[in-house]
């Protein structure tokens, strides 16, 4: 009964020992494939996460030009504003001195 036991486990041994190097010349190839195609997937999914940092990036700069855009078109029109209020208050004051003047000929 032990020899039977230890026949068995020379045999697997053995025969562990005859495919471990076919397995190991088999497996080999396959492995350093995959590895090859594991790190080129890793560089595409760099460079794609790149482009798309890039494009959020002018989109960013865009947003931001439109804004300025804006913030400037709104100073202008204030300005303009500005402009038109003081012109009605100079003519104002001007039809003011013009009454008072009739006011001290009276």
Do not use: W
């Not at 088999?26 to 794609?48: C, D, G, Q, V, Y």
């Amino acid at each position: 009964m032990l020899n039977k036991k230890f026949l068995y486990g020379f045999a697997a041994g053995l025969v562990s020992y005859r495919f471990y190097h076919n397995v190991k010349n088999n497996i080999r190839p396959m492995a350093m494939k995959i590895i090859r195609n594991t790190l080129a997937i890793k560089e595409n999914t760099r460079s794609f996460i790149d482009e798309i940092k890039i494009e959020v990036q002018k989109q960013n700069n865009n947003m931001c030009n439109t804004v300025s855009k804006i913030d400037r078109q709104k100073d202008f029109k204030f300005l303009e504003e500005q402009r038109h209020t003081l012109n009605k208050m100079s003519a104002l004051k001007k039809q003011l001195e013009s009454i008072a003047d009739k006011v001290d000929n009276f």
